[in-house]
């Protein structure tokens, strides 16, 4: 492989239009003379500043990445769990060995007081609601049930939806009092 990437640099450098490669410092190559045990931080700093300079493959990767999103943007998991109130009540480990008996399932109070009023929760009802609030009363309920329950609501739900969104004084709070009274269902704990 090592052989592979010094024939690639090698023919990168070779090309007539690529540019000519800076000459070393005298300090630098100093530096890389050193054992890596005796290189200080300033130093090292030196090093990472000047030797990409030097690297027409790291630069053409450089270049070439410049221009993508991030991959820790598509992660599905992160590498460090966030300190997230909800994720640490509902069981979220810290990660310090790869035994899964380090989550604990068993129901608590302090999943039930996340539920009712915790930050987290009334910060994607919100969300939620502000998005919810522009359907009419019937697409609402469905949309609503759909993605909260994997169901449409059942004719009594639906009369009680109605009702409690017609008799409200301001739409908004009232989307939003539906959709946490939703999610705080035995049904939606079960599906989720």
């Not at 993508?68 to 300190?83: I, L, M």
């Not at 009334?122 to 609402?140: F, H, K, M, N, P």
């Amino acid at each position: 492989a090592f052989a592979q990437s010094l024939a690639a640099l090698n023919t990168v450098l070779a090309k007539a239009d690529a540019p000519a490669r800076p000459v070393l410092l005298p300090q630098v190559v100093g530096l890389l003379a050193k054992p890596v045990s005796q290189i200080t931080t300033a130093e090292r700093q030196l090093i990472h500043d000047y030797y990409p300079q030097m690297d027409e493959i790291y630069l053409a990767i450089q270049r070439r990445q410049a221009g993508r999103p991030s991959t820790a943007s598509f992660a599905t998991q992160r590498s460090v769990p966030e300190a997230d109130p909800f994720m640490a009540a509902f069981g979220q480990p810290k990660r310090e060995t790869a035994c899964s008996c380090e989550r604990v399932s068993a129901p608590t109070l302090l999943q039930a007081l996340e539920l009712l009023n915790g930050k987290t929760l009334y910060s994607c009802v919100q969300t939620g609601s502000a998005r919810y609030a522009r359907l009419g009363e019937d697409e609402l309920l469905d949309r609503l049930y759909l993605s909260a329950l994997a169901r449409f609501p059942a004719a009594a739900e639906r009369t009680i939806g109605r009702q409690f969104l017609a008799a409200a004084p301001k739409r908004e709070d009232a989307v939003m009092d539906l959709l946490w009274s939703v999610l705080n269902t035995r049904e939606f704990l079960f599906q989720h």
